[in-house]
Every structure is written in C-alpha cells, then in structure tokens.
C-alpha cells in the first residue's frame, strides 16, 4: 500500500507539473486553485445563456413535428454544445481566461430582426452565421483583424475597460430588478424595498462586496451560491411565492420531487434537425441580401470581440504600454472558430463574453480558466433542465462587483487631454446607454479623427483611423437608414 501511494502521489505531482507548464502558471502568477475558482466564477455568470439562448431563438424555429417545447430543449444542447467547443480552443489554442457562448444581443438579432423581422429563413440566418465566421477565420489568419483592432485609438483602447463596466452594471442591476424600466425617464430606481427579487438582489450584492473588500478567495462565487441558497430557504419558509426567487422545484416546506424529477429527464438530445440545418439556407438565397446580413453579423460581432478583448484585458493586466493585447490574434482565432462551429451545430454567433471578467478578477490568467468554463458547460448537458438552478439576479451579483472594480480602468485615460476625453468620455457613454459595446467602440473611433482634426493635430490620425471611422457611419447607414429592410425585402 505504501509503494502504491508513493507512486499514485508522484503520478498526481507530475499532472499538475505537466499541466502548471503547458498553461504557464508561472508566467502569471498563478496557481492551479485560484484558476479553478476563477472558473467556476466565470461560468456561474455566463452559465444563464444556457437558457436564455433558447428562449430568444426559440420563436425564430419552427421545425415540422416538434413542439416549441422541443425546439428550446434542443436548442438548450446546442448553446451548450458551441460554448464547450469554442472555450475549449479559447484554453488550449490561446491560452486565455475567456468565455465564450452564443451572444447575447446577437441571438436577438438573428431572431427578431433578420428572422422574424425581415423575413429571412433560419436556415439562411445560420448561413450567414457560418459565412461570417468563415470570413473572420480568414481575416484573422492573414493577422487584417490585429491590424484593425491596434488601429484602435489610444484613448479608445483605454476607455473600454470603464465602457463595459458601465454596461456589466446596467446588465445586472437590471437583471436583479433594482434599475426598471420607466416611460418618462427610461430607467428608474425598482421598487427596492417591496420586491422579493430586490430584497434578495441586495443582499446577495453587499455580502459580496463585504466578502471582497476583505479579500476572501473565492468571494464572487461564494456570494453567487450564498444568495441561491438563501433564495430556496426564504421560500421552503414560505416568505416569499415558489418560483420567485428559487428554482421551480424548490417550493414552501421543501422539494417538489416530481418537478425535480421532470425537468431531469424531459431532455431532447437530438440536435440533428438543427446541426448542418445551414447548408439548406445556402440555396435560393438573393446575394445583395444576403451579404448585408452577413455583413451586420460581421459588423457588430467583430467590435463586439475586439471590445471585450481589450477589456478584460485590461483587467488582466495583459495589455502592453500601446494599450494592446499581446498575441491578440490566437484569441481572436478561437472566436472565429466558434462562430462557425456554432453556426453548423445550428445556434447564432458565438462571442467571447464580458462576464469573464468576473474570472479574470478572481484571479484567472490562463486558459486554465476556460477550460474549466468549457468543461462545467459540457458537464452541464447532464442537467440542462436544472440550468435555472442559479437564479438570474443571483448570478448577476457579480457583473455589479466586477462593473465596479473596472470603473477603475477610467485612470488610464488623459482627461486633460481634450482631444482624449472626448473619445474616451463617449465610448464609455455610449455603451451601456446604447446597450452595445460595437456602439461604444463606434462613437469613439469616429469622434477621434475629428476632435484631433479640429484642434489641427492633423499628424496623429492614422489613415486606418479614417477608414475605421468612415466604415463605421456605413454600418450605421446599413443598420439604422432602412438599408437592410429594403435589401430583403426586395
């Protein structure tokens, strides 16, 4: 017995050896438990898409004798399916701490505005998908999509971090019911002091905080699965209605078994009406229309990536003096390999998420973390009906905690500098006002040539910058002048 532990030890020793060197702990400063953790985080924050994805694209598919219900169950395997694959190159090809999963906002676009919207079939939709991932595999292989990304103004480049904090916050205050809609002023303060969601949302968010600003290991996560866990006690203690903020299973005095028991096993696993459903909308199809969906896709996806690339990033601290992220190229590769993976298995553009940001700040810097996300996404596909476990505004907890500490990237920007602050002031704006990090992104870049033209500062505008600038009032043409409408429906 002695020997046989000696050696299982030493076989266990040599694992964790092999695996510190090929994600190079040591490069940076980490450890194989802080990149667990940071795992585990990342995914507990992006793992609502599992389904979300469904529910969006759902009424986008109609598939002959299959039930709606059958649809989102199948549609449930595939975002699971593509988010495996995907951050499963993210680990092992880049080395990355990045998440990545069908898009939210993207999903919406394929479902409301080109399917449902425009008319267009989902199977052409899904061709525009993996047309699009194609053209950014090719983009991205002759390094166009580094040379793009680097073209990106410095205070652009700087003022993203700050940018998607804005936008992470919007996202889960509104999710934890705390901002709410309003007619007069868009958005308002919740019904804080009355809503269950709210009470809970509260809660959960300052025992986070007060567990991270003492700099307890793991605080994101404990305070995502602390707020569920008290969500199913206040509701087995009858204070609040089942359903409200616990899992459907869990209700007043205990556990619905045959509820539990249900949404385990009413599982459809068969994804082939979906998978390859794209070659059937690569025909028939009306090119000019065709091609400006694709390019939308493209368009919004492509500065969607390049945004939040730069922003964890930074958060990471991988970002070099130029305010670039080193070998950006192998991350912007596995997200294009994503895409198109995703659009064949038959789900919408597949994204690198912002959520990895929660990871990133609990200490993941390699693809270690990834893979973990990868690997919890894949174990996930044996209870994907039990997706809803973590309630939403529990999760969305630790978008606000991560929102407020990339505010902190706002240091880097010049405010003195005019011909910086306004570039900066509007990309941080713009995106969570806008709902859209590309807009941001957008509103920075075009206004950078333009203050720098008006102060006379002619010789710092790069040609790329112009292009990029003029480039993207075309996207906005194309997008929001009745371009695209006319083109289908035509």
């Known amino acids: 017995?002695?020997?046989?532990?000696?050696?299982?030890?030493?076989?266990?020793?040599?694992?964790?050896?092999?695996?510190?060197?090929?994600?190079?702990?040591?490069?940076?400063?980490?450890?194989?438990?802080?990149?667990?953790?940071?795992?585990?985080?990342?995914?507990?924050?992006?793992?609502?898409?599992?389904?979300?994805?469904?529910?969006?694209?759902?009424?986008?598919i109609t598939i002959p004798g299959m039930s709606d219900a059958a649809v989102v169950s199948m549609l449930t395997v595939v975002t699971i399916l593509a988010a495996f694959v995907a951050t499963s190159i993210m680990a092992l090809y880049a080395?990355?701490?990045f998440g990545q999963a069908p898009g939210l906002?993207?999903?919406?676009?394929?479902a409301f505005t080109v399917v449902l919207g425009l008319g267009v079939q989902w199977q052409t939709a899904l061709a525009a998908v993996v047309v699009e991932g194609l053209v950014f595999i090719a983009l991205t292989a002759v390094g166009a999509r580094k040379f793009i990304i680097e073209a990106f103004p410095e205070p652009v480049k700087f003022s993203v971090g700050a940018g998607i904090g804005a936008f992470l916050a919007l996202i889960g205050l509104e999710e934890m019911q705390i901002v709410v809609a309003d007619q007069e002023t868009l958005v308002t303060l919740g019904n804080v002091a009355s809503n269950p969601v709210a009470i809970m949302s509260v809660v959960g968010l300052f025992l986070t905080l007060a567990l991270y600003a003492r700099g307890v290991r793991g605080s994101i996560v404990i305070g995502i699965l602390g707020t569920t866990l008290l969500g199913c006690l206040v509701t087995v203690g009858g204070l609040v209605a089942p359903g409200t903020v616990a899992p459907a299973f869990v209700v007043e005095g205990g556990i619905d078994g045959a509820v539990f028991v249900d949404q385990l096993t009413n599982v459809q696993y068969d994804i082939t009406p979906l998978a390859g459903a794209f070659v059937t909308g690569l025909s028939g199809i009306e090119p000019?229309?065709?091609?400006?969906?694709?390019?939308?896709?493209?368009?919004?996806?492509?500065?969607?990536?390049?945004?939040?690339?730069?922003?964890?990033?930074?958060?990471a601290g991988f970002l070099d003096e130029d305010g670039d992220l080193p070998e950006i190229e192998k991350p912007l590769m596995a997200d294009a390999?994503?895409?198109?993976?995703?659009?064949?298995?038959?789900?919408?553009?597949?994204?690198?998420?912002?959520?990895?940001?929660?990871?990133?700040?609990?200490?993941?810097?390699?693809?270690?973390?990834?893979?973990?996300?990868?690997?919890?996404?894949?174990?996930?596909?044996?209870?994907?009906?039990?997706?809803?476990?973590?309630?939403?505004?529990?999760?969305?907890?630790?978008?606000?905690?991560?929102?407020?500490?990339?505010?902190?990237?706002?240091?880097?920007?010049?405010?003195?500098?005019?011909?910086?602050?306004?570039?900066?002031?509007?990309?941080?704006?713009?995106?969570?006002?806008?709902?859209?990090?590309?807009?941001?992104?957008?509103?920075?870049?075009i206004s950078y040539p333009l203050v720098k033209a008006a102060v006379g500062e002619w010789r710092d505008i790069r040609p790329t910058q112009v292009v990029l600038a003029l480039a993207f009032v075309v996207y906005f043409v194309v997008?929001?002048?009745?371009v695209l409408d006319a083109a289908v429906g035509s």
């Open 288 to 315: 000019f229309a065709f091609s400006l969906v694709v390019f939308t896709f493209f368009f919004v996806d492509f500065f969607d990536t390049a945004g939040t690339l730069t922003g964890v990033g930074q958060a």
């Open 105 to 110: 906002g993207l999903n919406a676009f394929f």
């Open 337 to 445: 390999v994503g895409t198109t993976v995703g659009g064949m298995l038959g789900t919408s553009t597949v994204t690198t998420y912002i959520e990895s940001a929660t990871g990133v700040e609990e200490g993941g810097r390699t693809g270690m973390t990834a893979l973990v996300v990868a690997l919890l996404f894949l174990l996930s596909l044996a209870f994907v009906p039990l997706a809803t476990a973590i309630p939403l505004y529990a999760s969305h907890i630790a978008l606000v905690v991560i929102a407020v500490v990339m505010l902190g990237n706002i240091a880097a920007v010049d405010w003195n500098d005019i011909t910086h602050s306004v570039p900066a002031g509007l990309t941080i704006l713009v995106m969570p006002f806008t709902f859209n990090i590309g807009y941001g992104i957008a509103a920075g870049i």
């Open 1 to 60: 017995m002695g020997a046989t532990d000696t050696q299982s030890e030493e076989s266990a020793s040599g694992m964790r050896g092999t695996v510190r060197e090929f994600f190079e702990f040591d490069r940076y400063g980490t450890d194989l438990g802080t990149e667990v953790t940071a795992g585990i985080t990342t995914f507990l924050t992006m793992s609502y898409i599992v389904f979300l994805n469904p529910v969006i694209l759902g009424p986008a």
């Open 479 to 482: 997008a929001t002048g009745g």
């Open 95 to 97: 080395n990355r701490p």
